[in-house]
Structures are given as C-alpha cells and as structure tokens.
C-alpha cells in the first residue's frame, strides 16, 4: 500500500500558520493545592496571603459535580438566611453522595455550629480534616468550639495548626496571642 499524500492546505494563509503543539492537560487539583498552600506558608504579606487563601477556598468549592455544587449553593444561601434545617437537608445530601468533598463536611460542621450542636460539628471538622489536614476554617471551628467549652490550651494548639497553614491569618494570630496572655496569667 502506498501512503496517502497530505491533503492540501484550504488557504495559503493556512498553510502559512505554525502547527500549534497540543496543550498539556490540566493539573490535578492536589497539585495546584499543594502548590498554593507553599506559597501561602511562605507569603508574609497579608493582603498576599488572602488572595492566595481566596484561591485556595476556590479550589475547595470545586466538588466534581454540578449536582453537588449546586445543593452547596443552596445550603450556603440557607445558611446565610439562618434556615440551619434547610441547610442541613442539603448538606446531608452533599456528604452521602460525594463522602470525600471536605467541604461538604466543612460546611455542615459550620451549621451545626451555628445551631450549637457542637458534638455533631466536631464529628463534621474531624472527618473535613481527615481529608484535608490543612483545612483552616474546620481548624478554626475546632478553636471555637474549645473555647466556648473554656478549653484554652486546646483553642490555643488549634489556633496555633492553623497559623502552621495559614501564617498571615490575622484572626488566628490575634487569638493566639490573646489565649496565650490568659494562659500565662492562669499559671501565676
């Protein structure tokens, strides 16, 4: 068999254009997480660090599905507007058909939070961890709940694994010098 000739260009300009090279796949997204929790670590500027904090949050709102992403949309709003059962009956669907989203977890930790049921959110934080260990906000909800359990050297190593994460987060700087302060004035 003989090859077949190249077929012709349509246009002279066509033909004049450079073969592009095919584009290379996306990154996975624990790439492109690992990669912005370095830079966040290493950013000592504040403004800096919230902006790659933004995009970290992003990429943590990218559940895989559309179905999902939708019912998170719709617990957010509930949340928001304070219906925590409307928002729960979302959310329940979100963690029983994607178990490893953390934010699912994150997010019903965060209502069960908000209606006091702090043993149902730690159970939440603890499984968001499970699967992201670098997850400020359930770090920082384990620090609530600590504290509002007056349990200060536990707020206070919580509060201390989130700046671990999250360096330049003001808040958790500000908490951990303040516990620190009540801890060592507890000592004397």
Known sequence: MQPLPAPEPA?????????RPPLAPPEP??????????SLKRER????AERIAGRIQREWSRSGSASVDLMMGWA??????????VALDFLDQVVTLR????????????????MNNYALSM?????TLELEPRHWGALSGLAAIM??????E?????????LAVYPMLRSAQNEVSTLSDEIAGQSL
Do not use: C
Request: proline residues 4%; without cysteine; charged residues 35%.
């Open 11 to 19: 246009s002279k300009a066509e033909a004049a254009k450079p073969e």
């Open 154 to 162: 536990l707020a206070l190593d919580a509060f201390t694994r989130v």
């Open 99 to 114: 178990p490893d989203y953390a934010e699912g977890w994150n997010m019903r930790a965060t209502t069960h939070f908000a």
């Open 29 to 38: 997204q624990n790439v492109r997480l690992d990669k912005l929790f370095d």
């Open 147 to 152: 504290k509002n359990r007056d349990n200060k």
């Open 76 to 85: 957010a709003k509930a949340l928001q507007e304070q219906k925590y059962p």
């Open 123 to 127: 159970a939440d934080i603890e499984r």
């Open 45 to 48: 500027n504040e403004k800096a």
